[in-house]
């Protein structure tokens, strides 16, 4: 194997291949990236079992070949390459030699034999978003899956794809929280199916830079996301995951509909005093919300016998009766968090009852919450 590249082609795809995840294996070859010179192109590729990632760009092929590197060691000598340096990768004996005007340099080789086979798209079904918008989405829920072993279908996000809507929900029985983005889809549909946590995390990691068509194709078991090269018509990034198997919950009925309080709020004060109260909280998460109508005000409580305690009040419109409810601060953080509108609409429909969060003026994302039980 013989080429030249650029170094910002080859700090691109290190930069691709470092989203994916690192797994610890028994396998020796997993540590290692493969590196492949193929007619005019170099392919960097990088593989966990779980996911798997594809990097090629145009390259300078004098004799083509592939081989292994660890990906460690060629990730820093590759950190400390410049942009516009041309590199030389040449497969000489046992090692591959890495050279530029700079400096010389030489790393071990291992065979690829052993590497695993990255599956690539054939003939799928498929659909087409932007690249940005899908990863936006899918980040807002990805934090409220659950980590339990015994339901694997909610260790993933759901995506549910239609003609002219995307649905991502995610849920850990304790929370649950609902985003939609209507937009014309091209492909096939309807479809649905679970992306493990971290396989969204890497998803995002990877597209959320490119705000331009991605391609995702789909399988029972696996998907695959392309991203088409901007120096020809060539597929400059694919992103390979197993999917979940099992069926995510039929959540709808779990969205209340029905409050006993209804309020509107300031979206960043009540994030502002829910992060000051959880200074004095338990070990169990806990503050208090009492939504006081007569006063059209929300106040905040929280207390540890050990560190002290806080109380504040917010001004808000609030209808129905009076009422206290007991949060995990963590989750309830977390859900209005990802609300993207300056104004919150909070539904109580009881001290032990399911609560909605959602933004005052849209209608794309709601989050349920489950208070704590009053001892």
Not at 127 to 139: A, D, P, S
Not at 159 to 181: N, P, Q, Y
Not at 192 to 204: H, M, V
């Amino acid at each position: 194997m013989k080429l030249t590249v650029t170094g910002e082609q080859l700090k691109k795809g290190m930069k691709l291949i470092n989203k994916i995840t690192k797994r610890k294996s028994a396998l020796e070859t997993l540590e290692n990236i493969l590196i492949e010179s193929e007619k005019n192109f170099i392919k960097m590729i990088f593989t966990n079992l779980e996911t798997g990632i594809l990097y090629q760009s145009l390259a300078k092929t004098e004799k083509e070949g592939k081989i292994c590197v660890k990906r460690d060691i060629f990730e820093k000598l590759i950190s400390f390459i410049d942009e516009e340096d041309i590199i030389d990768l040449e497969e000489k004996e046992n090692f591959l030699l890495i050279k530029s005007e700079r400096f010389n340099s030489k790393t071990k080789k291992f065979s690829y034999e052993d590497f695993p086979v990255l599956p690539l798209p054939k003939e799928e079904k498929y659909f087409l978003v932007n690249g940005k918008n899908f990863t936006e989405n899918l980040r807002t829920v990805l934090d409220f899956t659950s980590s339990s072993l015994e339901k694997p279908e909610i260790s993933g996000v759901l995506i549910k794809v239609s003609e002219k809507e995307l649905v991502f929900v995610a849920t850990d029985s304790f929370r649950l929280g609902e985003k939609k983005s209507t937009q014309k889809i091209e492909g096939d549909f309807p479809v649905s199916f679970i992306i493990p946590q971290e396989s969204a995390k890497e998803i995002f990691g990877i597209f959320n830079n490119f705000n331009e068509g991605i391609k995702i194709y789909y399988l029972p078991h696996q998907i695959f996301i392309e991203k088409k090269s901007e120096e020809g018509d060539f597929p400059e990034v694919i992103y390979v995951s197993r999917l979940i198997e099992g069926t995510f919950p039929e959540y709808e009925s779990v969205i209340p509909k029905k409050f006993e309080v209804e309020v509107n709020t300031k979206t960043s004060e009540i994030l502002r005093k829910i992060k000051m109260a959880s200074i004095f909280t338990k070990k169990t998460n806990e503050i208090e919300l009492k939504f006081l109508p007569k006063e059209n005000k929300i106040k905040i409580l929280s207390e540890n016998v050990d560190l002290g305690s806080f109380e504040t009040e917010i001004p808000s419109e609030i209808k129905g009766k009076e009422i206290s409810v007991l949060f995990n601060y963590e989750f309830l953080e977390k859900g209005i968090s990802a609300i993207d509108d300056p104004e919150l609409f909070i539904g109580i429909s009881g001290e032990d009852k399911p609560a909605l969060f959602k933004p005052k003026n849209l209608e794309d994302f709601v989050y349920i919450l489950m208070p704590i039980r009053k001892e």
